[in-house]
């Protein structure tokens, strides 16, 4: 890897913990203004300071985030479907590797359909992206999504889509947390941070699953609802941040959470 690859991805992934609390405010690209992200400035602003970086598209970079950020940006850039529509998996590269150079974005982010019957055109618009980030020296984060069919998260299958997409040329990946992840982690070449996926029922809950996804070999968290569709968003990426980078246990964490809810 050269060294404009390394160094985008070390603004990320931070080297002094080798770990990374990314947060995840993309969901409008095929949700629309789902809740707590109606406003997505609102949302950012207070959690900005406890993100490593944000994921997002460029429509709410330009129109939400202060161009005097430090944060470092993944842009997403695949999409063109909806919640309402025919076929989630039916993405196309939606933002060209030059409008993310113009972005100063450290890292470039699309999601791939293994399985389903886009699983060659997401599956090559990677290989598409991978080539195009290696020109820009900008690193591409694959995400493998599941859309609608989320009984697919198993090890099985999660495995099998983290090494598709690093044998693909991914220098990073999103996956989901599953019962036997050290299997998926295990055979992935490339650095994995899990989704939080849907709101669990508590926040202990989430600090139990990015706790449990660091020690099965998950390099950090890109999270989005878990965090702020919490009543306590703030204490909450900064209780998932003490498990991410500090090792806390969730009881611990938990604790943390609690404490700073109380002052907040
Ligand atoms: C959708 C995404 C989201 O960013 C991802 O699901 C992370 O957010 P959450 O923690 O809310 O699941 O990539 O494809």
Redesign the pocket.
Same mark, same amino acid.
């Given at each position: 890897m050269d060294f404009g690859l390394r160094n985008r991805l070390s603004r990320i992934i931070k080297p002094e913990t080798g770990h990374t609390v990314m947060l $995840?405010?993309?969901?409008g690209y095929?949700l629309g203004p789902i809740s707590k992200l109606e406003k997505p400035g609102q949302t950012i602003e207070p959690l900005m300071p406890y993100a490593d970086a944000l *994921?997002l598209t460029r429509g709410v970079l330009r129109s939400s985030v202060p161009a005097e950020t430090s944060v470092p940006i993944v842009l !997403?850039v695949s999409g063109g479907t909806s919640i309402v529509g025919k076929n989630l998996a039916n993405e196309e590269i939606t933002t060209s590797m030059e409008e993310a150079v113009r972005l100063n974005v450290s890292a470039v $982010?699309l999601?791939i359909f293994v399985g389903t019957e886009y699983e060659n055109q997401t599956l090559t618009n990677l290989s598409y992206l991978v080539d195009r980030g290696q020109d820009y020296g900008i690193p591409v984060l694959a995400?493998t $999504?599941v859309g609608k069919e989320l009984e697919k998260r198993d090890a099985k299958y999660l495995a099998l889509c983290c090494r598709i997409a690093a044998e693909l040329g991914a220098h990073f990946i999103?996956t989901y947390y599953c019962d036997g992840f050290e299997k998926v982690a295990g055979s992935c070449p490339v650095p994995l941070v899990i989704? #939080? #996926?849907?709101k669990l029922d508590t926040e202990l809950d989430a600090m139990k699953m990015a706790y449990d996804a660091i020690q099965k070999g998950a390099v950090g968290?890109? *999270? #989005? !609802?878990?965090?702020w569709q919490s009543p306590h968003p703030v204490p909450m990426i900064q209780a998932i941040r003490a498990v991410v980078h500090e090792g806390v246990k969730p009881e611990e964490a938990h604790e943390i959470f609690k404490e700073k809810r109380d002052q907040d």
């Open positions: $995840a405010v993309d969901h095929f *994921m !997403r $982010a999601s995400v $999504a999103k989704a #939080g #996926g849907p968290v890109d *999270m #989005g !609802r878990n965090i």
